[in-house]
Nanobody, 124 residues
Framework: QVRLVESGGGPVQAGGSLRLSCVVSGNIFKANLMGWYRQAPGKDRELVAQITYKGTPEYADAVKGRFTITRDNAKNAVYLVMNDLKIEDTGAYYC??????????????????WGQGTQVTVSS
C-alpha cells in the first residue's frame, strides 16, 4: 500500500513563509517525477512546481522566485518552501508522484499517485 502524506500547511499572513513536506511510504522502488499542485475553492487543480528524479525543477509562473521545490531521494520525500506568500496562494496543496513500486525485478509503475492534501491559508 503506497501512501503520500503531506504536512506543513496552515494559516499564515501575507508575506510569510511555509515549508510543505511530502513523504511517500510503502514498497517503493523509485519515485520519478514528484510535484506539488494546488486547488483553490471553485478552481481547477493546478501545477505549482515539480522536480525530476535528478533534481531539475519546474515552476508555475505565479510562484517563480518565491517557491523552491527540493527532494530527498533516499527518503522518497519532496519539499516546497514558500516565501512571500500572497492571498492568492491560498488553497489545498497536494503532492503527486510517479512511482515505481515493488521489489526488483517485480516492478510496476504507478503514475499520478496523490496525497490527501494540506491546506494553506494566507490572510492579509
Amino acid at each position: 500500500q503506497v501512501r503520500l502524506v503531506e504536512s506543513g500547511g496552515g494559516p499564515v499572513q501575507a508575506g510569510g513563509s511555509l515549508r510543505l513536506s511530502c513523504v511517500v511510504s510503502g514498497n517503493i522502488f523509485k519515485a520519478n517525477l514528484m510535484g506539488w499542485y494546488r486547488q483553490a475553492p471553485g478552481k481547477d487543480r493546478e501545477l505549482v512546481a515539480q522536480i525530476t528524479y535528478k533534481g531539475t525543477p519546474e515552476y508555475a509562473d505565479a510562484v517563480k522566485g518565491r517557491f523552491t521545490i527540493t527532494r530527498d531521494n533516499a527518503k522518497n520525500a519532496v519539499y516546497l518552501v514558500m516565501n512571500d506568500l500572497k492571498i492568492e496562494d491560498t488553497g489545498a496543496y497536494y503532492c503527486k508522484a510517479d512511482l515505481v513500486v515493488g521489489t526488483y525485478p517485480y516492478l510496476t509503475e504507478e503514475d499520478d499517485s496523490w496525497g490527501q492534501g494540506t491546506q494553506v491559508t494566507v490572510s492579509s
